[in-house]
């Protein structure tokens, strides 16, 4: 049995649906709307990397104050790495919009494989680590996979 509540597991895969939709839509759609999809599904990516840098910060106000002297991300690394997300999200929607997508996937991808090692600190079993992990994999490559594709479909199909 997944540890994971029903809502949980429905909500984060719903946030799948305007990456999926708008790398769609930047491919299919005709001019202007391939170029505003392409817009949305950075600001979409930008949300979201910021979201998952802020899921850091939830944690440690949760145990603020009941962590053991010297855990390293009760000190500063969480908290610090709680808000590098936001701001590469913020550069990544002030560039030339391929190049800010692939920095969203890049960094969604950066920040699984850094979570990875930091989320054994924010929960309180095993199972529910790994579970989270495996649902957040398959959300992370994909979403990735949407960014990337609409940066190609940019780059050389709409030139």
């Not at 429905?10 to 946030?15: D, S, V």
């Not at 799948?16 to 491919?27: D, E, K, S, T, W």
């Not at 398959?138 to 990337?148: D, K």
């Amino acid at each position: 049995m997944n540890p994971l509540p029903p809502l949980l597991l429905k909500l984060a895969y719903a946030g799948l649906i305007p990456f999926i939709g708008l790398a769609l839509l930047v491919q299919l759609a005709p001019t202007p709307l391939n170029y505003l999809s392409a817009e949305s599904l950075a600001g979409y990516g930008a949300v979201i990397t910021s979201f998952m840098g802020a899921l850091h910060w939830g944690a440690n106000l949760h145990t603020l104050g009941e962590a053991p002297p010297g855990d390293r991300w009760e000190d500063r690394n969480a908290w610090i790495w709680g808000v590098i997300p936001a701001l590469v999200a913020w550069l990544a929607l002030n560039i030339y919009i391929p190049v800010g997508l692939v920095i969203l996937a890049s960094t969604l991808i950066i920040q699984r494989n850094i979570d990875q090692n930091t989320y054994q600190y924010y929960f309180s079993s095993d199972e529910a680590r790994q579970a989270f992990m495996t649902m957040r994999n398959r959300l992370t490559y994909i979403a990735s996979a949407c960014l990337v594709w609409a940066a190609l479909v940019i780059l050389f199909v709409q030139a």
